[in-house]
């Protein structure tokens, strides 16, 4: 069964006195984490995650039965994926979330309350958006943290966020952050972080762009997730002086049967090392802090792929994480999807 905090309605929240009545909300809704790395939390947790009509859209009656083989058997892989990165303060995708809500928070100070979500596992974006309501607030921005939208993630918070609201007698005003993919401030950040990295670790032959995969045929359907990859990647390339030799595009995390986009990324770092590419920087530019698709996936497996098809050194480029470059950035993002509410300029 999905994880689920406890909720039964707004009355079991004692307003916040430190927020004015009318106040500005801000929710960060991240994907989610298991609350360990075991195979008995990865269970609930996978089964919320692949129950959801958005990121699985195959009808029921398929994918079912599909669904109990997966319950049966991936947990206990991927609790030993999430076993190789956890660290003693918890998953990292959690607490570096965590970490940035609180730096947001400090950047706006008494403008909004910020807090965070998790689409799938606790806290729940219903008893986020919950608390907020019982501590004042009235107008409610939600920032999905993902800079691309997709169906399957921003399309999904937004489904949450709906079914949220349907629970309150008097929902606050709502305001949704589609995406960022293109953003001045938010291309200006990635270039920062890799430019610095470069500073310090030097450059490698050529820069891989990791995005992670959804089906091709959700493109078909109309999902502008490949576009905006593709844009990301284009306006980054210009701002780091890079050409398409140079700066590289492919997607990860495939699963299933069906076509994903291409190129997948374990194919081209394979490629790329058979080409004779010695030393390989890779960024993933999708993931606003670093979670298991990228220390794992990318920094661990996809170095190994690497290595054994001929390359010396797969160099993982960390996410923006909680970074000064993407707090400002995040920070003025939210200031301008915000103008006309009161307490920020029009």
Partial sequence: MPQRDHYTGPSDHA??????PGATGVLLVNLGTPEAPTARALRPYLAEFLSDRRVIDYPRWLWWPILRVIL??????SAHAYARIWTEAGSPLRVLS????????????GQARVALAMRYGVPS???????LQAAGVRRLLV?????????????SVIDAVADALKQ??????????ND??????HIDALATRIERWWETNGRGEKLLLSFHGIPER?????????????????RLRARLGLDETQLLLSFQSRVGREPWLQPYTDATVRQLAADGIKRLDVACPGFAVDCLETLEEIAMQNRDFFLAAGGQELRYIPALNDSPEQVASLAALIRRHVQGWPGFAS
């Fill in 218 to 234: 959700y493109v078909r359907l109309g999902d502008p997730y490949l576009t905006q990859c593709r844009a990301t990647a284009s």
């Fill in 143 to 155: 920032l999905p943290l993902y800079p691309q939208y997709s169906a399957t993630s921003t399309g």
């Fill in 98 to 109: 965590e970490s940035l809500a609180n730096a947001l928070q400090a950047e706006l100070g």
């Fill in 168 to 177: 309150l007698r008097w929902p606050p005003e709502l305001r949704v952050v």
């Fill in 125 to 131: 974006v219903a008893t986020r958006i919950a608390e």
């Fill in 180 to 185: 960022y993919h293109d953003d001045p401030a």
């Fill in 72 to 77: 049966a058997i991936r947990p206990r892989r």
């Fill in 15 to 20: 307003p916040d006195r430190n927020v004015q």
